[in-house]
T-cell receptor, first 111, second 115 residues
Framework: GEDVEQSLFLSVREGDSSVINCTYT??????LYWYKQEPGAGLQLLTY?????DMKQDQRLTVLLNKKDKHLSLRIADTQTGDSAIYFC???????????FGGGTRLMVKP | AAGVIQSPRHLIKEKRETATLKCYPI?????VYWYQQGPGQDPQFLIS???????DKGSIPDRFSAQQFSDYHSELNMSSLELGDSALYFC??????????????FGPGTRLTVL
């Protein structure tokens, strides 16, 4: 079955870059997503990447996908205190339209 | 822009009671997904509906049932509640299931506490 894993916690200083990593096991993943969840709030889609791409850049966000190693990363440039949140990677495959989420990485940005 | 609406936002129930959670998708979205997020956990897919028919089923307990109505809103019915059912329940909607990115827009969630 699918399994998506992330490290639990990341702490960075304001202005630094943050890199959040995710590994998955399902080789039939079609799309991979990054969601942001702020305290007490819902899930906000930040960015996504199609499985036949290896990189996508969207303003301060860069997504890297290594399909061979089944490794996905999200780089946030010039991290701000407002970026403090839990970040979930998620994948979708051809078995259905549901998302399988990783355990989430709590990003703490120190001023 | 209109977003996914969930009601109630907070719900407190006793063990063995029943609960009904409602979800109103974004207008013109015909697909609804339900996810359960336990404390400190990642969201787990429960069930989804497309055009009022069940489309995918995940780890939804037999005590739970759900349906999608003619106006595309969905209800999650939970019976014989257990302490372990305490969680944040998210509803998401999408317009093009299985097509391209198929972005799922999430509601703010219903926090269910079972005492």
């Amino acid at each position: 079955g699918e399994d998506v894993e992330q490290s639990l916690f990341l702490s960075v200083r304001e202005g630094d870059s943050s890199v959040i990593n995710c590994t998955y096991t399902d080789s039939s993943s079609t799309y991979l997503y990054w969601y942001k969840q702020e305290p007490g709030a819902g899930l906000q889609l930040l960015t996504y990447i199609f499985s036949n791409m290896d990189m996508k850049q969207d303003q301060r966000l860069t997504v890297l996908l290594n399909k061979k190693d089944k490794h996905l990363s999200l780089r946030i440039a010039d991290t701000q205190t407002g970026d403090s949140a839990i970040y979930f990677c998620a994948e979708k495959n051809n078995a259905g339209n549901m998302l399988t989420f990783g355990g989430g990485t709590r990003l703490m940005v120190k001023p | 822009a209109a977003g996914v609406i969930q009601s109630p936002r907070h719900l407190i129930k006793e063990k063995r009671e029943t609960a009904t959670l409602k979800c109103y998708p974004i207008p013109r979205h015909d697909t609804v997904y339900w996810y359960q997020q336990g404390p400190g956990q990642d969201p787990q897919f429960l069930i989804s509906f497309y055009e009022k028919m069940q489309s995918d089923k995940g780890s939804i307990p037999d005590r739970f049932s759900a349906q999608q109505f003619s106006d595309y809103h969905s209800e999650l019915n939970m019976s014989s509640l257990e302490l372990g059912d305490s969680a944040l329940y998210f509803c998401a909607s999408s317009a093009e299931p299985g097509q391209g990115i198929d972005e799922q827009f999430f509601g703010p969630g219903t926090r269910l506490t079972v005492l």
